[in-house]
Nanobody, 117 residues
Framework: QVQLVESGGGLVQVGESLRLSCAASGSVFSINAMGWYRQAPGKQRDLVAGITVDGATGYADSVKGRFTISRDTANNTVYLQMNNLKPEDTAVYYC???????????WGQGTQVTVSS
């Protein structure tokens, strides 16, 4: 059974940084990509950043230049370095693992990121 354990969320002030971590464990045999999504109240859940098994990365326009996704393949862990945080970044951030079978993936429970002025 695959589990995604997230950590690193919290309360920060405008301009500060956070580093989110997501460690996958269990029967993880066919990872295609991992990524971070976020959802604020009243808004859809959107992809923030993703990284494929080959190392290709992608970012939402709203976070380009501020966020960086990376991975530690030895530990099946992905990170999201979040710099220069803004109030609009406030959301629940969810880790996602996509398998090689399109549509088959796993979600973490989410971690709250709150950016206050």
């Amino acid at each position: 059974q695959v589990q995604l354990v997230e950590s690193g969320g919290g309360l920060v002030q405008v301009g500060e940084s956070l580093r989110l971590s997501c460690a996958a464990s269990g029967s993880v045999f066919s990872i295609n990509a991992m990524g971070w999504y976020r959802q604020a109240p009243g808004k859809q859940r959107d992809l923030v950043a993703g990284i494929t098994v080959d190392g290709a990365t992608g970012y939402a326009d709203s976070v380009k230049g501020r966020f960086t996704i990376s991975r530690d393949t030895a530990n099946n862990t992905v990170y999201l370095q979040m710099n220069n945080l803004k109030p609009e970044d406030t959301a629940v951030y969810y880790c996602n693992l996509a398998t090689m079978r399109l549509g088959l993936g796993y979600w973490g429970q989410g971690t709250q990121v709150t950016v206050s002025s």
